[in-house]
């Protein structure tokens, strides 16, 4: 059975750092391109960014909103894939979801809570 | 990059078919046939319903059907259910800097 699931979520403060980690299991996470996606209260989905397999150069690639402050890296060792995020705004509040786009099949986790706010 | 443009809302009754539209610009849509279509239950995992404009992926009812035409990617439900009833959100790869847009999103209510 495939399985994504996402950790380290929570409550931070503006310009405050927090890192998410999700654990890929049932498929072959290595070989895969990663990305994230988020959904901010009452909003739509929003691409987040993406990370390329090693053969593929492992490479990373980010939407406008994130570039700069957030950081995809993945341990194929560990079978996870991890999104660092610092100078955290209050407009970056979503649940966050781990998942395959754009490669399939397509798996997605069932996400996690970062609330940002003082 | 804006977001892709959907109806806010739809509607049907059971057993009624329901069409819902994604315009984007000749950047997205109109230049890719990467075109996806998703199924979002509130508090669940999006569930990938069409890919690549009109393919359907393993297991999916053939009651959804896609399409496109120039910068609008069109998702048909046919033969309404009650389980129907999510949002659906459309996908399309850009030309832009990022990568993905997805669209603004849909509720489908079945009445």
């Known amino acids: 059975e495939v399985q994504l699931v996402e950790s380290g979520g929570g409550l931070v403060k503006p310009g405050g750092s927090l890192r998410l980690s999700c654990a890929a299991s049932?498929?072959?996470?290595?070989?895969?391109?990663m990305s994230w996606v988020r959904q901010a209260p009452g909003k739509g989905l929003e691409w987040v960014g993406r990370i390329k397999n090693k053969a593929d150069g492992g490479t990373t690639d980010y939407a406008a909103p994130v570039k700069g402050r957030f950081t995809i890296s993945r341990d194929d060792s560990k079978n996870r894939l991890y999104l660092q995020m610092n100078s955290l705004k209050t407009e970056d509040t979503a649940v966050y979801y781990c998942?395959?786009?754009?490669?399939?099949?397509?798996?997605w986790g069932q996400g996690i809570l970062v609330t940002v706010s003082s | 990059q804006s977001a892709l443009t959907q109806p806010a809302s739809v509607s049907g009754s059971p057993g009624q078919s329901i069409t819902i539209s994604c315009t984007g610009t000749s950047s997205d849509v109109g230049r890719y046939n990467y075109v996806s279509w998703y199924q979002h239950h509130p508090g669940k995992a999006p569930k990938l319903i069409i890919y690549e404009v009109s393919n359907r992926p393993s297991g999916v009812s053939n009651r959804f059907s896609g399409s496109k035409s120039g910068n609008t990617a069109s998702l048909t439900i046919s033969g309404l259910q009650a389980e129907d009833e999510a949002d659906y959100y459309c996908?399309?790869?850009?030309?832009?800097?990022?990568?993905?847009?997805f669209g603004t999103g849909t509720k489908l209510t079945v009445l």
């Open positions: 996908r399309s790869d850009t030309s832009s800097s990022t990568l993905y847009v």
């Open positions: 049932g498929f072959s996470f290595s070989n895969g391109w």
């Open positions: 998942t395959t786009v754009p490669q399939r099949p397509e798996y």
